[in-house]
């Protein structure tokens, strides 16, 4: 079965602190993508990052870093130095490309508050 | 350059209506998926259009129908609605029928009483 599951429901920091979201699939697929999604109060899903099964590397992106490790079939996502503006449900998704029966499956969602 | 925009941004409906949302896709874009955001949880992807046609359908009855017009927008149409059927609808689009980067409208909240 495929699956993305993100323990944590809520996470609450102090503007500056560091946060780190979790993300753990599931799948038998060898080929697939993983993606996280910020979707601040209006409600519009902001794409943030896509990684394919294939690459291992991790990226950075200012503020932003993602940490893929396929032996533990995570991929984490870590805000360095939050903002108030970083206050969102962020969802980790995994999509399994093949034709018609390709699909993306999101997690339940992280919601993060930064406070000031 | 105008993103994915979808209409009405709110609806109210009671048991056994039907309902019609409507979506245009990015410029440029050719590809439109369906999600249904149920509150506190993820979306769940309902179906996608391409080249006028469903090309992939998640778990959803059929009461869940779209379609996609000659200009790329599309509906998504839902009959005999249920009180279990009240939850943020989300269209996304795409290029060439793919997910990747698929940029997501405001989305539609549907209220069933």
């Known amino acids: 079965a495929q699956k993305v599951t993100q323990a944590q429901t809520e996470i609450s920091v102090v503007e500056k602190e560091d946060v780190t979201l979790d993300c753990v699939y599931e799948?038998?697929?060898?080929?697939?993508?993983l993606f996280w999604y910020k979707q601040p109060p209006s409600g519009e899903l902001v794409f943030l990052i896509r990684?394919?099964?294939?690459?291992?590397q991790n990226e950075i992106s200012g503020r932003y870093s993602w940490n893929f490790q396929k032996s533990t079939s995570s991929f984490n996502f870590t805000i360095t130095a939050s903002q108030v503006v970083d206050s969102a449900v962020y969802f980790c998704?995994?999509?399994?490309?093949?034709?018609?029966?390709?699909?993306?499956?999101f997690g339940q969602g992280t919601t993060l508050q930064v406070k000031p | 350059d105008a993103g994915v925009t979808q209409s009405p941004t709110h609806l109210i409906k009671t048991r056994g209506q039907q309902v019609t949302l409507r979506c245009s896709p990015k410029?440029?874009?050719?590809?439109v998926s369906w999600y249904q955001q149920a509150l506190g949880q993820g979306p769940q992807f309902i179906f996608q259009y391409y080249e006028e046609e469903e090309r992939q359908r998640g778990n959803f009855p059929d009461r869940f129908s779209g379609h996609q017009f000659p200009n790329y927008s599309s509906e998504l149409n839902v009959n005999a609605l249920l009180l279990g059927d009240s939850a943020l609808y989300l269209c996304?689009?795409?290029?060439?029928?793919?997910?990747?980067?698929?940029?997501f409208g405001p989305g539609t909240r549907l209220t069933v009483l």
């Open positions: 998704a995994l999509y399994l490309p093949g034709g018609n029966t390709g699909k993306l499956i």
């Open positions: 996304a689009s795409s290029l060439g029928g793919d997910f990747d980067e698929q940029f």
């Open positions: 990684r394919n099964s294939f690459d291992e």
């Open positions: 799948t038998r697929d060898t080929t697939y993508y």
């Open positions: 410029s440029g874009h050719d590809t």
